[in-house]
């Protein structure tokens, strides 16, 4: 299986002798959330879960990114939820970065260790626990979904990230590769989760600019990153969020391989309006 070690947030609380000066910064842009300020006091809870705790990464905000949430989840052991999601048009994937989850999703039941990723489809059935003896850590990706008539809806299903089909960049020699869960060509869907690693060297060689929105977990390693005007230096653990057309690149310098969880909104036209229905 997979040899790759993934960060989770612990919480804990910061002594009264450490300077606050961080990383953390939010502009019109983007916002970056350091590994350091994921601690206990910021911590949410939600209701028909057991022993569960979650940092609360991104949510849609009006005049920034708008089209998705994103949690890390902390659950202890025998903890979960009967009822883990009150929205029928929300869809979500978990990625599990520490210890083991079992999840049943329409009827089936899966343990997912980390590098396990679930697509939980809109109106889907689904419940998960803790069954093991130590805390499990993943993050929770959603977003409503955008219905289109003469589309099917997407099915849920669950796999791990040595499984999933690893892309190449033209011309990069295996520096720059996606991991992705989904077919790019499958417009039921309407978001990609995917997984970005650089080997060192490895660099985004232009500013992208896009409509996308993004959400961006680093999971290994560290790098600098271009946000919009700026060059910021970030490694495991740290989030960063981009709205849409906010220019980015990166360099990775090492000493080894740098990855993220990459979120973006796909395959569906530009509401013309700025409160559309859903």
């Not at 011309?171 to 970005?196: C, Q």
Request: aromatic share 12%; with cysteine.
């Amino acid at each position: 299986m997979s040899n790759h070690s993934y960060f989770a947030p612990h919480g804990g609380h910061p002594a009264q002798t450490e300077l606050l000066t961080d990383r953390a910064m939010f502009t019109e842009a983007y916002a970056v959330i350091p590994k350091g300020v994921m601690r206990d006091i910021v911590t949410s809870h939600l209701p028909f879960w057991d022993k569960m705790r979650m940092w609360v990464i991104a949510r849609p905000l009006t005049g920034f990114a708008e089209t998705f949430s994103q949690y890390i989840v902390e659950v202890a052991p025998e903890g979960g939820s009967e009822r883990p999601e009150m929205d029928a048009n929300a869809e979500a994937v978990l990625f599990v970065v520490e210890g083991e989850l079992d999840i049943t999703l329409e009827g089936n039941n899966h343990t997912l260790s980390p590098g396990g990723y679930a697509f939980i489809a809109p109106g889907a059935d689904w419940s998960l626990r803790n069954r093991s003896q130590a805390n499990v850590t993943f993050h929770w990706l959603r977003k409503h979904y955008q219905k289109v008539e003469g589309l099917d809806l997407p099915q849920s299903f669950v796999t791990h990230r040595d499984k999933a089909q690893v892309i190449e960049m033209p011309g990069t020699d295996g520096a720059w590769k996606t991991t992705r869960f989904v077919d790019m060509a499958d417009m039921r869907h309407d978001m990609h989760v995917n997984i970005v690693t650089f080997q060192p060297g490895g660099v985004i060689p232009f500013a992208e600019t896009h409509v996308m929105e993004h959400g961006l977990y680093v999971l290994e390693g560290k790098a600098v990153y271009r946000l919009n005007q700026d060059w910021v230096e970030v490694e495991a653990g740290d989030f960063m969020w981009l709205r849409a057309f906010c220019p980015q690149a990166c360099y990775s310098g090492g000493p080894g391989p740098f990855s993220y969880l990459l979120y973006k909104d796909v395959n569906r036209h530009v509401h013309l309006t700025l409160n559309p229905k859903r």
